[in-house]
């Protein structure tokens, strides 16, 4: 291993979310998809240099940038874009809500299949239009889309679906036929795809991500794709993002609706995305290992060791989904931060009953997390 992931840096006192949560309480936290990892070397080494010019003045993308992006795409995934087709961002959460507002009239539908990350569920209402939330359903071990379930809710006020691929909270990489049974339902119903790739650089199973636009011409002129290298290369601070939108109105209707609302993206952000997609793939490489290490260690640990709870394999993300309706307490969440650990509110994800854990963190402080949930649980079954 070049890379040291078991290192433990101190976050508090570093205006860190993830860490000021619990400011001088004793909670580990586990929550935010957020990791505790510095980033790349190389990264940290471009960004001093950067800084050490002293001007950040209003930035463009470096021309590098541009074609790292179209190059990288093709080599990953034989995706052929133009430059012209990306649309620079300061982060998905935004692009989320200007696609709400790009497309469709007020009181009109935006789809998207539950649980998922909370934005989700905020933007549409957020835009004036009326969020229709179909429920994954189980097949086998995983969650799926219920296809069925999807076509049936549509309606002819239905303009939009936020897709999310890999899906947070579930760990799911969807495949190709996943994907096309959605697609082909959407093209049929002139329903515009929003597909948010942010975590398609951390798949864990080894399969291949497959991008909604790259599964006909006819799809790609339908679909904004959003991706970022925040959660890959932990930059989500820097507001490095970007859409690729090859249809000419889309991309029209986007921009025109983020302009003047949305900042650009800054220098800092620029560089630090540049170096990440040119620089960084060895550490990448060895960032997906250390999260399978993790992913191995949390699966076994919450299916074998603590009663009452149960997860699904993780595909991609680092985030485990943890059901802990058999623990019968009101609030999961709030039960294992008394315990000392603080994890995301399955509710916000449309999810009663679950709770999500973000395995991005040194094996030290997951086992240490694991291990008060573990002594939490245990305590309950006695105490019953
Ligand atoms: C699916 C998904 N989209 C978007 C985001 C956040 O994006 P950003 O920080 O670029 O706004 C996250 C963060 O966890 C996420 O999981």
């Given amino acids: 291993m070049k890379f040291d992931f078991d290192r433990l840096l101190d976050r508090r006192n570093t205006g860190s979310l993830k860490w000021d949560k619990y400011k001088s309480r004793d909670v580990i936290p586990i929550w935010v998809a957020d990791m505790d990892f510095q980033s790349p070397p190389a990264i940290l080494e471009a960004l001093h240099k ?14 590098e940038l541009v074609e790292i992006v179209v190059c990288r795409l093709e080599a990953k995934y034989r995706w052929k874009i133009q430059p012209s087709w990306i649309v620079w961002l300061p982060g998905l959460v935004p692009a989320l809500n200007v696609a709400c507002r790009a497309f469709g009239n007020d009181g009109d539908e935006v789809l998207t299949f539950t649980p998922v990350y909370p934005p989700f569920l905020s933007a549409p209402g957020l835009s004036g239009k009326k969020l229709k939330a179909i429920p994954l359903r189980r097949e086998g071990d995983f969650f799926t889309f219920d296809v069925e379930r999807f076509e049936s809710e549509i309606s002819p006020r239905s303009k939009l679906l936020l897709l999310c691929s890999p899906h947070n909270p579930v760990g799911r990489r969807y495949n190709r036929q996943e994907i096309e049974n959605v697609t082909e339902i959407c093209l049929r119903h002139n329903i515009v795809i929003c597909s948010d790739e942010i975590h398609c650089d951390l798949i864990l199973d080894g399969e291949e991500h497959v991008p909604t636009a790259t599964l006909s011409d006819e799809v790609a002129a339908n679909t904004i794709t959003l991706m970022s290298p925040s959660k890959t290369f932990n930059l989500p601070g820097l507001n490095c993002a970007f859409a690729v939108i090859p249809n000419e109105n889309l991309r029209r209707s986007f921009v025109r609706n983020r302009k003047e609302v949305v900042p650009g993206t800054n220098v800092l952000g620029y560089t630090a995305c540049l170096t990440a997609y040119r620089d960084c793939e060895d550490w990448r490489i060895e960032l997906i290992d250390y999260l399978r290490g993790n992913r191995d260690i949390v699966l076994k640990f919450v299916n074998e060791e603590i009663p009452r709870l149960s997860m699904d394999d993780v595909q991609a993300t680092y985030l485990a989904w943890i059901d802990a309706g ?54 309950l079954e006695s105490s019953a």
């Fill in 50 to 63: 950067r800084v050490e010019h002293g001007i950040f003045g209003y930035a463009v993308p470096p021309d």
């Fill in 326 to 379: 058999g623990l019968e307490v009101p609030d999961p969440a709030l039960f294992f931060e008394r315990a000392g650990v603080g994890l995301s509110d399955g509710r916000h994800f449309q999810a009663e009953g679950y709770v999500r854990l973000s395995f991005g963190c040194p094996q030290k402080n997951l086992l240490d997390a694991l291990d008060r949930m573990k002594r939490a649980v245990t305590g």
